[in-house]
C-alpha cells in the first residue's frame, strides 16, 4: 500500500454557505485500514472523493505516496485508486469477467493475463470463478455483488482501495461475511484502505485506525480502535 496525506483540504461547494470539509490535515499509514465513522452530511464521501479527484478540492493538497495527486490527470489517477460503492456500481449487462477486467483492458492488458488476474481475484473474494465468471450481476446476490465489486476494484493491483458505506446494502449476516473477507483481503495483499461507513462497530472492527469526524469534517479523533473504545 501507499500512504495518503491531506494537508489542509477543503471543500466548499457551490451555493452551501459552510464549507463541507473546513480543513482537514490527516495521516494515514501505509497498509493501514482507516475507517471514517460520523454522523449523515458530516463530510466522510466529500472527502473519500477528493482522495481520487471524483470531488475536486478548493484548497489544499492531497499525496498517494508520496505523490501531490492534484497535480495529476484524474482518469489516470483513478485507474490507479480501487473503489467501492454502496451499491456495487457494476454494469449490469457485462458478466462477472468482463466487470472485472474492464480497467485492464483500459490499461491494455492481454487476455490471458486478464483471465488469470479474474480467476484469482473471484476465488480471493470467495466466489468460484467456474460458476461466476460468466454470470451477469442482475441474476446475483447483493452480498455476490458486492464481492464482485471489490475484486473489480483490485483488478488492476492499486495500492489504495476506497470503499464507500461497501455493505450497507446487504443483510447483517452477509455484512459480517463481507467484513471477515475485507480483512482477510488487507492481510493477504497489504493495501492501504480507507472505508466510509456510519456504522461505529463496522469502523472499530475493521479500522486499524478510526477517524471520528463531525460536521464541516472536523476531526473528532483519530486512534486505534482500542484507545477509543477506552476513552
Ligand atoms: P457524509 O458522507 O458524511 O454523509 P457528505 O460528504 O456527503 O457527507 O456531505 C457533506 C456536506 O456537503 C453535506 O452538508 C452535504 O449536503 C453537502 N454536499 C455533498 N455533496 C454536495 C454537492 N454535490 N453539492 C452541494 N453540497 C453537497
Ligand atoms: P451519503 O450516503 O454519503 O450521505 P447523500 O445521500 O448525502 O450520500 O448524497 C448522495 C449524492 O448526492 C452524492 O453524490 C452527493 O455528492 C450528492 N449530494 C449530497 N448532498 C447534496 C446537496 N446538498 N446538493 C447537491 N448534491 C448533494
Excluded at 457485462?94 to 492481454?110: E, F, M, T
Excluded at 461505529?200 to 473504545?229: C, M, N
Aim: aromatic share 6%; with cysteine.
Amino acid at each position: 500500500g501507499d500512504s495518503i496525506t491531506l494537508d489542509g483540504v477543503v471543500k466548499q461547494y457551490k451555493g452551501q454557505d459552510t464549507p463541507a470539509v473546513e480543513r482537514l490535515d490527516l495521516e494515514i499509514e501505509a497498509g493501514d485500514i482507516v475507517a471514517f465513522v460520523g454522523p449523515s452530511g458530516c463530510g466522510k464521501t466529500t472527502t473519500l472523493k477528493m482522495i481520487n479527484r471524483l470531488i475536486e478540492p478548493t484548497e489544499g493538497r492531497i499525496f498517494i505516496g508520496g505523490r501531490d495527486v492534484t497535480r495529476e490527470d484524474p482518469d489516470k489517477l483513478r485507474q490507479s485508486i480501487g473503489y467501492v460503492i454502496q451499491s456495487g456500481g457494476l454494469f449490469p449487462h457485462w458478466s462477472v469477467a468482463k466487470n472485472i477486467g474492464a480497467i485492464p483492458r483500459v490499461l491494455g492488458w492481454d487476455k490471458k493475463r486478464i483471465a488469470e488476474r479474474t480467476e484469482y481475484l473471484l476465488d480471493l473474494v470467495g466466489l468460484d470463478p467456474a460458476t461466476f465468471a460468466d454470470r451477469l450481476p442482475k441474476d446475483m446476490s447483493g452480498g455476490q455483488q458486492q464481492r464482485v465489486g471489490v475484486a473489480r476494484a483490485l483488478a488492476a493491483d492499486p495500492p489504495v482501495l476506497l470503499m464507500d458505506e461497501p455493505f450497507g446494502a446487504v443483510d447483517p449476516i452477509t455484512r459480517v461475511r463481507l467484513q471477515d473477507s475485507l480483512i482477510a483481503i488487507q492481510h493477504e495483499l497489504g493495501k492501504t484502505i480507507v472505508i466510509v461507513t456510519h456504522d461505529f462497530e463496522e469502523a472499530t472492527k475493521l479500522g486499524d485506525k478510526v477517524l471520528i469526524l463531525s460536521e464541516g469534517g472536523h476531526v473528532e479523533q483519530y486512534a486505534t480502535p482500542e484507545r477509543i473504545l477506552t476513552d
